[in-house]
């Protein structure tokens, strides 16, 4: 029998967080276990407030926990030190938002490409990576287009090859269908799987819409910041 720990990428451990806004604290997540294999795509589910983002956030290492641990690729990602957890996230993850967050002013080729210039990819190199992106996201006619060109599902397809350039083994989408129409946002969803079976990355989505269910393996729900299902 194999042991579900095998190929885990991602685990929480009584994961919390707690804000203080004014004199009070707001617990955003509440002993939040989790996990994650390599080669996966998972859904996190649950309405606004609920802690989606929160708990995406702590796994990518863009906030920290107040109590417990997160372990992403076997290293305990909650005692780096903020540099150490940069370059963490440079090389081993990517990241897709609601509101794409691309650069107005390049390019599709030159967003995609951007994370690869910030480590010091050659340019050879580069071209070759950003143009077999850009072909998995069905973009590769539209390279030179800025996104103020594009609509917001071929800006996303952006985003999308943006996060998967610097081969990350992650990719963590924060309501990355929350701006798209119903079926746009249908066929980014399909293009999730099919790069989770391409480059055997990891995806975890979060997302408030149920349409994501007929796409994932499995799907967390939160609500105030607990995890209503567990993992077999």
Same mark, same amino acid.
């Given at each position: ?61 863009? &906030?920290? +926990? /107040? ?8 290293? *305990? $990602?909650?005692? @780096? ?92 989408? &924060?309501? +990355? /269908? ?8 249908? *066929? $980014?969803?399909? @293009? ?41």
């Amino acid at each position: 029998m194999t042991d579900r720990t095998d190929g885990v990428i991602v685990k929480t451990s009584e994961v919390t967080r707690v804000y203080r806004v004014d004199q009070q604290e707001v617990h955003a997540l509440r002993g939040v276990n989790f996990w994650v294999k390599q080669g996966e795509y998972l859904g996190v589910m649950g309405r606004s407030g609920s802690g989606k983002t929160t708990l995406l956030n702590i796994i990518g290492g863009l &906030d920290r +926990p /107040t109590e417990g641990e997160v372990q992403v690729f076997g290293e *305990s $990602i909650s005692d @780096l030190s903020d540099r150490r957890l940069t370059e963490f996230r440079r090389h081993r993850i990517g990241f897709v938002f609601q509101s794409f967050a691309l650069m107005p002013t390049m390019s599709a080729f030159e967003n995609v490409e951007l994370p690869l210039r910030m480590i010091g990819v050659r340019r050879r190199e580069r071209r070759q990576r950003v143009m077999e992106c850009l072909e998995l996201v069905g973009l590769t006619k539209w390279a030179k287009h800025r996104p103020q060109e594009m609509s917001g599902g071929q800006q996303q397809r952006v985003a999308i090859a943006r996060s998967l350039v610097n081969r990350p083994g992650l990719i963590l989408a &924060d309501e +990355p /269908t929350g701006e798209l129409d119903t079926t746009t946002a249908r *066929s $980014i969803l399909e @293009l999730f799987g099919s790069i989770v079976e391409e480059e055997g990355v990891s995806i975890i989505m979060s997302s408030h819409d149920p349409t994501m269910l007929d796409y994932v393996e499995f799907c967390y729900n939160l609500a105030d910041g607990r995890v209503l299902n567990e993992r077999d």
